[in-house]
């Protein structure tokens, strides 16, 4: 898929202020630092589109993206940050749940995970939660540059044993790095795979 236009359309604390649903829309979620903002820029080829000095403790929002004028890019809030209240994490634990199981146009999430890292809890949580509520998800390992591909692939099966240990089906899974832009046009065809179904 070529991207011919990416636009910022608008923020939301609340998901029912959230764009009509009438395209098919992709979440991006992940760590906070995951590289989601990076990821989001460099699939848009727009440097500055999401925005990547977001302050852990600042207000949690979902930020809608217009691509092609044929479907929307969503940067939802991070999880995972250390310094969060618990009523912010409540907070975005409603917020997130509302929005998983309300948001009609929802095509599949995109959840990043830091390829460098050994499976963590809070990961393995996220994911058995959206493998729960039957959400289409799919598994985005990120800074693939930072090592080698031999780690970064040690990094997945790790995740697929874990995963096994509860589901039949593992997700499909993408490497990427927004440095090098690898995986990019993976992405990007997944999408238009998806938005063609
Ligand atoms: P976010 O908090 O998930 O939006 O993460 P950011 O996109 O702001 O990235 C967090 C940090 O990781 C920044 O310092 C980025 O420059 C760095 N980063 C993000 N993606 C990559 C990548 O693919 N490769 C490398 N080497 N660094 C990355």
Redesign the pocket.
Known sequence: MVIKEAKFLMSNTKVEQCPAPTMPEYAFI??????????I??LTEQKGL?????QPGKTQLINHFLINDSWYLVDLP?YGYAKVSKGAREDWRKMINYYFQNRENLACVFV?IDSRHEPLKQDLDFINYLGNLGVPFVLVF?????QSSVKTDSTIAAYKRKLRETWDELPHIFV?????R?GREELLNFIEEVNGQ
């Open positions: 992940g760590r906070s630092n995951v590289g989601k903002s990076s990821l820029n460099m999401a925005k990547t000095s977001a991070g990043l990120t800074k693939a540059d930072k990427t790095s927004s440095e090098k690898v």
